[in-house]
């Protein structure tokens, strides 16, 4: 059985994996990182999103052995010092969940979003939440938390596309 | 899924050796059509080869081609200046693969050796005029591509990198199945002196393939306006759920005069 070796926010962890195992399940059975959800196991809703050396992925399709020697962050990785990151205080400010089932997925890419665009306007939101389901159509909220969660995080207003 | 030995190659030469001893082996790339199909047991290799420590990603401009590694990302080509400069198609092909998450791990040799009929990546190497290097040969993409998840690599044979010579002008538009993203009808078209080539993905029951009757109505003018009246058979098209044959024969059409159209823009 194959031994991995990875960094979860911030903390060195090791275990004894299946080969087959995916990287969700060794952060939710292994670790007990259970705010990793997953939602389709078929790599189309996103509730499964963590980042992988500062990347989205998704952690339903990635083998946990593929992620030796990485840095992973959860959604349990955001909050600091207990103060919840921007992006979940705006989803928390406007209401940017139903069920919340989605939400720890919605959150790592929304956050993704901001590292790669920096302040986004709606229309690149929309787009860039293509690979994130949310099951009780909440979608209008999430953008708008998403919106303000890069203003947040950026101290900027979204950059308008030419036409707006 | 059913359980597997997993390896990593540290080279592309270890990845062969391993390839010719390891037990029922598959290669794994991003695993992003892979790891899916082993959910589902469509596939169960004893062993899987994994790539990602070979040296086989990145991006570079050698002379009039642009050279992409095997393991190189949708997101990487999609940001990447130098595509975006030299081949300004491929960019954009690359950046609505999927979605975000997807792209961060899905690598254009995985696309490529997997030859789904309704990828994207296939449209732009026929079109191109791209080759494939493998760890034996050079395959021109006409000669790749054998039909549906088919192709011509041998069982030890490894994709390190696909080049593309830079054309003259060149589109790719897509009409995506809006769940999955993947093309219902994708048509690529390039523009290198006075050839012409037209490639369709999505649609054809073989796979990518070339549309020839287009290619010589826009040889002659490179303008959506040549395409009026040129047909395409319905008979060699798919047809599902999501699109019949007829309705993807008439999608080209139309996908087509769109692509000529951002060509020349």
Not at chain 2, 59 to 85: C, D, F
Not at chain 2, 94 to 119: E, F, L, M, Q, Y
Not at chain 2, 227 to 241: F, H, K, M, S, W
């Amino acid at each position: 059985m194959p031994t991995v070796t990875l960094t979860v926010n911030g903390r060195s962890v090791t275990a004894d994996v299946d080969a087959r195992t995916l990287l969700v399940q060794m952060l939710r059975e292994n670790l007990h990182l259970t705010g990793t959800h997953v939602g389709c196991d078929t790599s189309q809703c996103g509730a499964c999103v963590v980042h992988v050396d500062g990347k989205a992925v998704k952690s339903c399709t990635t083998f946990a052995v593929q992620c030796q020697g990485t840095e992973v962050v959860t959604i349990e990785g955001l909050a600091q010092d207990g103060k919840l990151h921007p992006m979940q205080e705006a989803f928390r400010e406007h209401h940017g969940l139903q069920c919340g089932f989605c939400t720890p997925g919605m959150i790592m890419a929304a956050v993704d979003i901001v590292n790669r665009k920096g302040a986004v306007d709606e229309a690149t939101i929309r787009e860039e939440l293509e690979g994130n389901i949310c099951r009780c159509t909440g979608y209008h909220n999430i953008v708008k938390a998403v919106e303000a969660g890069a203003q947040a995080m950026t101290g900027k207003a979204p950059a308008r596309q030419a036409a707006e | 899924m059913y359980p597997f030995k997993y390896q990593k190659a540290a080279t592309v030469r270890g990845a062969v050796s391993l390839l010719g001893k390891a037990e029922d082996p598959k290669l794994l790339a991003g695993g992003h059509t892979l790891i899916p199909t082993m959910k589902q047991r469509l596939a169960s290799p004893k062993t899987l080869v994994d790539l990602s420590g070979a040296g086989l990603s990145g991006i570079e401009q050698k002379g009039r081609n642009i050279v992409i590694g095997a393991m190189t990302t949708h997101a990487e080509v999609a940001a990447s200046p130098i595509v975006q400069q030299a081949i300004p198609a491929l960019a954009q092909l690359a950046g609505h693969i999927g979605d975000p998450h997807v792209r961060h791990r899905g690598t254009i040799g995985g696309s490529v050796a997997n030859n789904d009929p309704a990828a994207d990546y296939p449209a732009a190497l026929m079109a191109l005029g791209a080759t494939v290097h493998t760890s034996k040969r050079k395959i021109p993409a006409e000669e790749f591509f054998a039909g549906m998840f088919a192709t011509a690599l041998d069982e030890d044979e490894v994709i390190t990198k696909i080049a593309f010579p830079v054309p003259a002008k060149a589109a790719y538009v897509k009409f995506p199945n809006p769940a999955s993203r993947y093309a219902i009808v994708g048509v690529f078209v390039a523009k290198k002196g006075s050839q012409v080539k037209v490639a369709v993905t999505g649609a054809g029951s073989g796979g990518v393939f070339r549309h020839t009757a287009m290619e010589e109505a826009l040889a002659k003018r490179f303008n959506p306006k040549s395409l009026e009246g040129v047909g395409t058979p319905a008979a060699d098209l798919n047809g599902d759920i999501h699109a019949s044959a007829d309705y993807r024969a008439h999608l080209v059409g139309v996908i087509a005069k769109r692509a000529v159209a951002a060509a020349i823009a």
